[in-house]
């Protein structure tokens, strides 16, 4: 396993005035209603991603003109997000108003190559930011913000990034997949998505009644671990990256341990159980407090008949697993991953997705959410296979990183799997963890996992 530093470079930009981008076409002047998910107070958050494409000696285009006209067509087909995102005054839900404003569109150029910053791969959180739009949100006005905003950054190498943030509640990891793919089909000069967008957010709202709501994790409050470590100024996020022949070695092991099981683990199941695993014990929780592991389950296919392919809200429920820090650590891996995967059946219950649909509503109508200790809280997200690469080469190949950024404020409970990047022939099939801890926790989290590597080898 190898671990990556992070380093902090200076990365001045020259940025153009700030555009709106409107709809190529006539679109319909109209107010839509969100899903109950769409709605999860949790959900209130902006996915800030990077793409990064390296030069094309073959193409010497503007990419920027391409991607200007793209994005005014795509909006033809995904309209909502030129609108913004509006909180009705009866029940605070939020909606999105279509004005016709337009989407903002930035154009930056840097005087560095890429190749000098890594291609963004170690770049420092902070400053990557730079390269994503800034999205002004106050959640508390009638009008609060734009759903959608881009940023193209040209690099004095040739080669660019698309810096997109892109609001939570409007789209879920999937969603997010399939509207930059759309962008980069007509940047490549298709006259139309080869996925059409499905709205049907009514699919997915939850029955009102009046039970009380139950708060996700206040069963346990008063019992949940806490690190010496947390709260700290002094994070760092760093890079792990996993080779192919490890995940195999690890999930070969955990099937002679389980006796070969007729169903098999995934990579992601056998993965979490010694992230979790590692970061607790990095953290140094106590060993008599609870920790938690959150997972995200998507369910497209849970109901019936199933989403359909064009659908991009948010579409998935979050599970959890509670084991003391103790019995974290005295598990083996392999019971640890059989947690795991229960757990995640448990969101393939109709009867569970509608309890948990009811129970955001409550939660929303009480105004409550989660307020105890989260040291030790990880929710670890897979972001491998949702469709990011593989359809996005408008002239430029496909991109070599792709770089997904957290807000700081969460990201210490937040891991994320994606596959590598391509500027490592070895690490294909492999995958990269990024973590945000303390900085002395990071020492011992990837010493924690070198460690764990050896004794599966």
Known sequence: MANQTKPILPLSLEKKPLELIKPSKYTPSETLSLSTLDNDLFNEVMYATIYVFKANEKNQKDPVPLLRKALSELLVYYYPLSGKLMRRESDRKLQLVFSGEGVPFEVATASLNLSSLNYIENLDDQVALRLVPEIEIDYDSKVSYHPLALQVTKFACGGFTIGTALT?????????????????????GKSEPTVQPVWQRERLVGQFDNEPAKVP????????????????????????????????????????????????????????SCIWKARSRALKLNLDGITVLGVAVGIRHVLDPPLPQGFYGNAYIDVYIELTVRELQEASISDIVKHVKKAKKTAYDKGYLEEELKNTERLMRDDVKFEGVSDGLLFLTDWRNIGWFGSMDFGWNEPVNLRPLTEQKSAVHIGMVLKPSQLDPSMEGGVKVIMTLPRVAMVDFKREMDAMNKLYY
């Open 217 to 272: 994790g206040g069963h346990i409050t008063s019992l949940l671990a806490t690190s010496p470590y947390i709260p700290t100024s002094d994070m760092v996020t760093e890079t792990i990256n996993i080779r192919a022949g490890n995940i195999k070695r690890l999930k070969d092991s955990v099937m002679r341990e389980c006796e070969y099981p007729k169903e098999g683990f995934t990579t992601y199941e056998v993965l979490s």
């Open 168 to 188: 939570h509640a409007v789209c879920d990891g999937f969603g997010v997949a399939q509207i930059i793919h759309a962008l980069t089909e007509l940047a490549a």
